[in-house]
């Protein structure tokens, strides 16, 4: 099968689907100053961002996330099940939003994560899927 992909800022390449690789992109933000964010101009562009990578057929999957203090931690020590409130590590920024993108290279990853707004103002953490 055959598929499109990013082959520069905004041109397209041919490939073939076993070429392409799966990326997740981890959105890590401050919950406190995210809650405050209200910007306009920035909803545009992350509107603006996320047709040009669905449309390009880079983007699985992308959400935000419910705030930490909702999420649970479940763990198994000795054989007892252990569910704990919020976040597993006490750290500034949390895990606010996914992507699974779909891309040739790390690089093309990269440049997609680039453009999007969030690493203006929060950190983008890019792993590679194991399929």
Partial sequence: MLMTVS???HGRTTMTM???MRYLMLHFFDEDVLATMDDPATDRELAEWISDV???GAQLYGAALQPS???RTVRIREDSL???DGP???TKE???GIDVLECASIEEAIALAA???SARSGVLEIRQVID
Wanted: hydrophobic share 35%; aromatic share 4%.
């Fill in 7 to 9: 082959g520069g800022e």
């Fill in 18 to 20: 076993e070429d392409l």
């Fill in 54 to 56: 669905r449309s390009s």
């Fill in 69 to 71: 203090s909702l999420g």
């Fill in 82 to 84: 252990l569910v704990t």
């Fill in 88 to 90: 597993f590590a006490e």
């Fill in 94 to 96: 949390q895990v606010a």
């Fill in 115 to 117: 453009r999007h707004p």
